[in-house]
């Protein structure tokens, strides 16, 4: 499983973009990128995934370098109840289930202010 | 929406009990999973389930058993609760299928603390 590493805390205010990168240097060919959020006492909820360019949901952007070392999620005008933990997680299914272990890291955890 | 559901959110158990968490999901999802997040650790697998019946275990089974008798329920037993198993603990379900098989849907955790 493929390592990653994000900046331990960031700091926004409401309205503004950000943009939280993740560093996965030994990512594998077959690997694909996901970014999950979790609020305090709730379980990790799903954001977005990417294998490479980008990648627009209602919620988020995913941008992937062509040499897939790291990735940058951003999320457009942020309010307070962004404010939560961001895990970046590299990895791919495996066998016929189509499952692929999470591997959850420390994270990122995001605090907007007014 | 995918709802995942979990039979208590906070528990309080002594040393030696037997404890049952219950973890149920209303979309039909093939796969389902046992996680423990503690701080520092982050997520870890206890075990998983591919269908009724079937069960693998995950990095940290040790002190777990689980059942899957119908495909909507995964239950996760602690045989005799220890102190190191306070945590919180996450139950998710997943389709089969390349397409989606990242996306797991997590229930809102059981905070499990043993005296």
């Known amino acids: 499983l493929a390592k990653t590493t994000q900046p331990i805390s960031m700091d926004s205010y409401e309205g503004q973009e950000v943009n939280i990168t993740c560093s996965h240097n030994n990512i594998a060919t077959n690997d694909y990128i996901t970014w999950y959020q979790q609020f305090p006492s709730q379980g990790p909820r799903f954001i977005i995934q990417g294998y490479k360019t980008k990648v627009t949901n209602e919620v988020a952007s995913l941008f992937i370098p062509a040499d897939r070392k790291s990735s940058t999620l951003s999320l457009p005008r942020v309010s307070l109840s962004d404010t939560a933990v961001y895990y970046c997680?590299?990895?791919?299914?495996?066998?016929?289930?189509?499952?692929?272990?999470?591997?959850f890291g420390t994270g990122t955890r995001l605090l907007v202010s007014p | 929406d995918v709802k995942v559901t979990q039979s208590s959110r906070y528990l309080v158990k002594r040393t030696g009990e037997k404890v049952f968490l219950e973890c149920v999901q209303d979309m039909d999802h093939e796969n389902m999973f046992w996680y423990r997040q503690d701080p520092g650790l982050g997520l870890r697998l206890i075990y998983f389930?591919?269908?009724?019946?079937?069960?693998e275990k995950g990095d940290i089974p040790e002190g777990y058993s689980v059942s899957r008798e119908k495909k909507e329920r995964f239950s996760l037993i602690l045989e005799s609760a220890s102190t190191n198993q306070t945590s919180m603990y996450l139950c998710?379900?997943?389709?089969?299928?390349?397409?989606?098989?990242?996306?797991?849907?997590f229930g809102p955790g059981t905070r499990l603390t043993v005296l």
């Open positions: 998710a379900s997943s389709p089969q299928g390349v397409s989606s098989y990242n996306e797991q849907f």
């Open positions: 389930s591919y269908d009724v019946k079937m069960k």
């Open positions: 997680l590299v990895g791919h299914a495996t066998g016929n289930t189509g499952f692929q272990k999470l591997v």
